[in-house]
Structure formats: structure tokens, C-alpha cells
């Protein structure tokens, strides 16, 4: 398996919170003015997997929520 294979299924499998730490790491350490170009492009391509997977978190958990109408029903939340 490639490194960005195995980087995107590690993302996957890591919680929200996880990831945006995750993702909040990988912006200090880009903000350095000191990390080499390749350092850089490797930081940017995870940081960018964990953003995909992050939104996959959210439109899974969107999915989930389910409103309660006022007769006590439950809805789906796109309903």
C-alpha cells in the first residue's frame, strides 16, 4: 500500500476530533517558515486527506441527526 493510501485509511479510521487535531499539527508545523519543500508537500497532502475525511465525518453524522416534530415523531433531519 502507498503512503497516501495508507495515509487516507489511517484518517478514516480516526475520530473528528482526531482529525482536526490532527489537522491543526499539520498547519503549525506548515506555518514554519523553516520545513523543507518536500516536508511541506508531504504535510499539505495528509492535511488535505484529513480534510476529506473530516467532511465524510460530518455528512455521516449529518445523516444521523433526526429532528423531533412538535407531535413527538422523529424526522429525518433532511426530511
Known amino acids: 500500500m502507498t503512503d497516501s493510501k495508507q495515509n487516507k485509511a489511517s484518517a478514516d479510521t480516526q ?10 499539527s499539520i498547519v503549525e508545523k506548515l506555518e514554519n517558515p523553516d520545513v523543507a519543500l518536500e516536508e511541506s508537500l508531504s504535510l499539505y497532502e495528509k492535511g ?20 423531533v416534530s412538535e407531535s413527538g415523531e422523529v424526522q429525518d433531519f433532511n426530511s
Not at 15 to 24: D, H, P, R, S
Open 48 to 67: 488535505m486527506q484529513l480534510v476529506a475525511a473530516a467532511s465524510r465525518s460530518l455528512d455521516t453524522a449529518e445523516q444521523r441527526v433526526a429532528l
Open 15 to 24: 475520530t473528528l476530533e482526531q482529525q482536526m487535531e490532527a489537522l491543526a
